[in-house]
């Protein structure tokens, strides 16, 4: 006679914002993976500016009866929250139900899914503009920032396999903040190359005050070159692409269970 397992449970855990839309997006996206992930109890919780707290999204997990936890990082690179803040946050809340610390999984990085969800969003992008040859575009990656330096260059690393996944002219990354180059110094590069076309993308998962400072920045310095033509892509957003990473990286969307 076997024994019956005890429910797993997945924590989907966002960095947190104080904008409603990317609130929204974020509860989108743990709907989905949790419409993948149908017989596992999957909640989401975030680490500072929005509800539910961390605690409290493994406080319901432990309600709906899971004993065995692991925690996917809802987060593109690893910085500081991915590597100190989240895990220990994980950890303070796993104590006060006298459990050990959900197992944490990987950033979603590089995955496969995420290149072809930054694929999809610059396709959608551009079938929505006049025809321009692919060898005639530069495509701008924009990342988040980070002073963490290993974070940063996998940012170049996944602009690298998205150009390989559809080759353009040339790509080049760039930082929102808190890393150079910034934005504005990458656009007045951009600028002074032979390139008739430039996307910029956003490497963001969610909106934020971050996007629409990466499109209010787009608008202002294009007006300097109006000679070439600036677009800016929909950032990753909610999509059973990135549903499909996590579910991959957890284990649990590829053989049922990650403690198999």
């Known amino acids: ?3 019956p397992q005890e429910p797993s449970g997945l924590l989907i855990v966002g960095h947190g914002t104080r904008d409603p839309a990317g609130i929204a997006e974020f509860h989108q ?13 999957v909640e989401g919780g975030f680490l500072e500016l929005a509800e539910p707290t961390i605690a409290a999204a493994l406080d319901r997990a432990v309600q709906r009866g899971a004993q ?3 925690a996917a990082p809802l987060v593109l ?21 006298e459990l050990p610390a959900p197992r944490l999984l990987p950033h979603l990085g590089c995955h496969p899914a ?32 980070s002073t963490d330096a290993e974070a940063n260059s996998e940012l170049a690393r996944f602009a690298r396999l998205r150009w390989e996944a559809r080759p353009v002219g040339w790509h080049e990354t760039c930082f929102a903040a808190l890393a150079q180059p910034s934005l504005e110094r990458a656009m007045a590069m951009a600028a002074r190359l032979p390139f008739r076309r430039v996307v910029v993308q956003p490497h ?37 692409l990135l549903a499909e990473a996590v579910a991959e990286v957890s284990g649990f969307g590829v053989q049922g269970s990650a403690y198999a």
Do not use: C
Request: proline share 4%; charged share 25%.
């Open 114 to 145: 995420m290149i072809r969800l930054s694929l999809k969003r610059y396709e959608e992008a551009i079938e929505r503009l006049p025809t321009a040859a692919d060898s005639e575009t530069l495509l701008l990656m924009v990342g988040r920032g």
């Open 68 to 70: 065995r936890l692991t």
């Open 204 to 240: 963001l998962l969610f909106q934020g005050e971050l996007l629409r400072g990466i499109r209010h920045t787009v608008e202002t310095h294009a007006r300097r070159w109006p000679a070439i033509e600036w677009a800016v892509t929909e950032h990753l957003g909610p999509d059973e």
């Open 29 to 41: 996206t743990v709907e989905l993976i949790s419409r993948r992930l149908a017989n596992m109890v």
């Open 77 to 97: 690179f690893a910085a500081g929250h991915a590597k100190q803040d989240i895990p220990a946050a994980l950890a303070a809340a796993a104590k006060t139900h």
């Open 1 to 3: 006679m076997s024994v």
